[in-house]
């Protein structure tokens, strides 16, 4: 398997536009979480799927912020009008209860930045 | 709600020298799983303890859970340039995985 797969690798963008990242978790995964990372929050969870269905999303800073997951392979983090304190790296993750470990597989990450 | 926190924030080791990072949760923890991610990386799973006062061991790298399974540490022995990299705690809420902010490594040759 290819592992989780993220695009784009980077992003920059004009204040205001509007941002989506996707994300390919591992096939046969049915968890799916996106984080945020920055050097002053460090890793945040924005939120999780479970069989494709938004499990929590407590961790989505603002309205401006929404995550969908149409199906088991593919899901996108959408963030409309975007901010510069929006840039960071975003990163999504996918497991699955089948592994031991139950450990999350993580993408390259998105690395976005708002002017 | 679930947090974990986690020291030092960095530290910066003689090659040779010892290195240890410590979580704590306020809340009891199912799991913690630790995770390393090198510089320009992402993160990459390391183990994960379950049980009260659990100890692992991967070669130079001790993991170990604590009796109430609220805190956990790390320990590496005689660090080498190649442990370079922040790492990670990750308490398990549920099916929630919270992460520590990291300790960030630096190892002098």
């Known amino acids: 398997d290819a592992g989780v797969i993220q695009s784009p690798r980077h992003e920059v963008t004009e204040m205001g536009q509007e941002v989506t990242l996707r994300c390919k978790p591992i096939?046969?995964?049915?968890?799916l979480f996106w984080y945020r990372q920055t050097m002053m929050r460090g890793l945040e969870l924005l939120i999780y799927?479970?069989?494709?269905?938004?499990?929590?999303d407590s961790g989505m800073p603002e309205d401006r912020f929404s995550a969908k997951m149409p199906n088991a392979s593919f899901s996108t983090l959408k963030i409309q009008p975007s901010e510069p304190r929006d840039s960071a790296v975003y990163f999504c993750?996918?497991?699955?209860?089948?592994?031991?470990?139950?450990?999350?597989?993580f993408g390259q990450g998105t690395r976005l930045t708002v002017v | 709600g679930q947090q974990v926190m986690q020291i030092p924030q960095y530290q910066h080791v003689q090659e040779g020298e010892d290195f240890t990072t410590y979580c704590n949760s306020s809340t009891t923890l199912s799991n913690i799983q630790w995770y390393k991610q090198r510089p320009g990386g992402h993160p990459v799973f390391l183990i994960q303890?379950?049980?009260?006062?659990e100890v692992k061991k991967q070669k130079r790298l001790t993991f170990q859970f604590g009796e109430a399974k609220k805190n956990s540490s790390l320990h590496i022995t005689a660090t080498q340039t190649t442990d370079v990299g922040t790492y990670f705690c990750?308490?398990?809420?549920?099916?929630?995985?919270?992460f520590g902010a990291g300790t960030i490594l630096r190892v002098k040759s």
């Open positions: 303890l379950v049980k009260s006062g």
């Open positions: 990750a308490g398990k809420y549920g099916n929630k995985l919270v």
């Open positions: 799927f479970n069989n494709n269905v938004p499990i929590d």
């Open positions: 993750a996918s497991s699955t209860r089948d592994r031991e470990n139950y450990e999350a597989f």
């Open positions: 096939s046969g995964h049915d968890y």
